[in-house]
């Protein structure tokens, strides 16, 4: 029994799966949730296999979460990564110094567009976003600004699930378990999503006043608090689990106006967007998420961009931050600048310590950097590189834009479609929510789940889920063929004729 008296649970009577404690799954909630009949055993390029016999494979049409960006399986990393485990498998980086993160810091910072000139390594998207979040504050306290501390997120938003990133992001389910408990000093701009928008191939043409409205919300949020007061402003250049929502022309590069006139940081959210996903290396590399004619924004628009996933092929857990040199200078030249002070150099080093005026990110990670990550994120650079992986995306955008837009046409896709939107090589299903035959009252995320496995019977993993449960998004790994997505567009079809009868 346990200390309480009461008998202790006894894990032995419970299945494996049970006793597994699923991230964002119930049980009762998701009929896929810990069902083993729904787990992967291996995987090799853009397929996996199920765990339980008959052994299937299935077409990977999300690279797992947005992050097996080359497929897996891939050798050149495998390699690297026990090679790395053999000669150094971990050495702290902080203080301490291995040559082999400065590697990886240097071929991030010559991949990304010119104007991020330094990389800060954490474990993961949520340590990403907490860092860059972290970054913009220190940044303004030691730029002499220290009210500016509200961060603006958008509703809908996804920043991973660390309490910065979950009370800046927007999505509903994420945060109202923690409700009270997030943090202060958060504001949301709405998403920039109108229904007129619905059913647009790639990014949405044509709607500049809307995307001017949007753009109003972080006026209005300035006119409220006070544009001193504001620090960050935090969003992805595609909104990717909120339910794939592709921002109108035009609306990114206005935000970065609004963000200058505000005096505010501008942090992307290149999570899911970096490495390939758009076609290009970043989101923030594509004249699409850039302000027309404005040279210097073709160097990235943002102060700091956040990345994870695809960054190691998700072979090894890591992410990382991008800053302009502006953001680190201001925290790492400390000294340099007290250095110039001349009672400071008088009281040195006694000044440092107690004036509170420490120069330097006082932030990090055990993980940050870690040689086994570098090792594999190196190799996956050079996987992208040698298979021209980002360019392949490009070319087999257009094929998955056709693939998901003709499912309208196809048996009970119009009455099961609420909307199909697509970039670069992600796609979205809006499905119609299923209604409650008597009341007629829609239950949110059936069809979704309906979708899932149906989808997973016809061989294709996707994921459901977006607010309210009903969106299918598809982010398939980049090395995706012209086959895979015809049997991808087939899938769905077939899905979706399934779901007709749900209806
Ligand atoms: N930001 C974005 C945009 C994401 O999509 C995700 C993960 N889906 C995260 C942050 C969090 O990443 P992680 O799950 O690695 O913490």
Request: glycine fraction near 10%; charge should be negative; charged fraction near 20%.
């Amino acid at each position: 029994s346990s200390s309480s008296g009461l008998p202790a649970e006894d894990a032995s009577s419970k299945s494996n799966a049970d006793v597994f404690w699923a991230p964002f799954t119930s049980r009762d909630h998701h009929a896929h949730g810990a069902s083993e009949a729904y787990s992967f055993a291996s995987a090799a390029g853009n397929y996996y296999t199920t765990a339980t016999k008959p052994h299937r494979q299935i077409l990977d049409g999300v690279a797992g979460l947005w992050c097996c960006n080359a497929g897996h399986g891939r050798e050149r990393i495998t390699k690297a990564v026990t090679e790395q485990m053999r000669t150094l498998d971990y050495a702290p980086s902080f203080n301490m110094s291995h040559p082999i993160a400065y590697e990886w810091a240097r071929r991030l910072v010559d991949l990304a567009p010119d104007n991020y000139k330094h990389a800060f390594f954490a474990g993961s998207g949520s340590e990403a976003v907490e860092s860059a979040l972290k970054i913009a504050l220190a940044y303004h306290r030691a730029n002499g600004q220290s009210q500016r501390r509200i961060l603006v997120g958008r509703e809908r938003a996804y920043h991973g699930t660390n309490f910065g990133g979950m009370s800046v992001g927007g999505m509903t389910n994420n945060r109202k378990q923690f409700e009270g408990s997030l943090l202060p000093n958060v504001a949301h701009m709405r998403f920039p999503y109108k229904p007129s928008m619905r059913f647009s191939r790639g990014m949405p043409d044509g709607f500049d006043d809307d995307a001017d409205d949007f753009v109003n919300d972080l006026r209005h949020i300035a006119s409220v608090h006070g544009a001193e007061n504001i620090a960050a402003v935090i969003v992805e250049p595609i909104m990717g689990s909120g339910g794939l929502f592709v921002p109108p022309k035009g609306y990114l590069g206005k935000l970065k106006s609004a963000c200058e006139e505000v005096g505010c940081l501008l942090i992307f959210d290149e999570v899911i967007t970096a490495f390939g996903r758009t076609g290009r290396a970043f989101a923030s590399d594509s004249p699409d998420f850039v302000r027309p004619g404005v040279e210097s924004d073709k160097g990235g628009m943002a102060d700091l961009v956040c990345l994870a996933k695809g960054l190691t092929n998700a072979v090894i857990p890591a992410g990382a931050v991008l800053a302009q040199a502006h953001v680190h200078d201001a925290l790492q030249t400390g000294y340099e600048k007290m250095a110039s002070d001349e009672n400071l150099v008088a009281n040195a080093p006694r000044a440092f310590h107690y004036s509170g005026m420490m120069p330097g990110l006082f932030h990090g990670y055990t993980y940050s950097g870690h040689p086994v990550a570098a090792a594999a994120g190196l190799a996956t650079l050079d996987e992208y590189e040698a298979e021209n992986l980002f360019s392949h995306a490009a070319q087999m955008a257009p094929l998955l834009e056709d693939a998901v837009h003709t499912l309208v046409d196809v048996p009970g896709g119009k009455e099961c479609l609420a909307d199909v939107r697509n970039y670069g090589c992600a796609a979205a299903l809006e499905l119609a929510p299923l209604r409650n035959k008597s009341t007629g009252a829609p239950m949110f995320g059936a069809a979704g789940r309906a979708f899932f496995q149906f989808a997973f019977e016809e061989g294709l993993f996707v994921r459901n889920g977006g607010q309210g449960g009903d969106h299918i998004v598809m982010s398939p790994p980049l090395s995706i063929t012209p086959e895979d997505i015809s049997f991808l567009h087939d899938a769905l079809a077939r899905s979706l004729s399934r779901m007709s009868q749900l209806h």
